[in-house]
């Protein structure tokens, strides 16, 4: 969180996120990511960079799937989240 507000300090037009959920308890993790929602809700533009597909789904309106340095998929969150192969693939979801 204050890696995150030092950021906001000097009101960036783009806020760049790079795993901001490495690392912590779940807890504080579903906090964070409320604070990204709220963040995108107020009209901040963020890059956010996630392993946590779930939670970067959740909170973006747009994604990119990298693998192995490349680009395998793109679009609309909605999309991608409602995708089975998607789902199967990258949300641990048997669809």
């Known amino acids: ?37 709220k963040l995108r809700d107020e009209g901040q533009t963020i890059l956010l960079v996630e392993q946590n597909a779930r939670q970067a789904l959740a909170v973006s309106s747009y994604a990119y799937v990298i693998e192995r340095g490349r680009i395998v998929l793109q679009g609309q969150s909605d999309g991608l989240k409602s995708d089975p192969a998607i789902a199967r693939a990258y949300l641990g979801q048997i669809a």
């Open 1 to 37: 969180m204050l890696a995150i507000a030092r950021g906001l300090m000097a009101r960036p037009k783009l806020l760049l996120l790079d795993e901001p959920s490495l690392g912590l308890a779940p807890l504080v993790v579903r906090f964070i990511f409320e604070f990204i929602r």
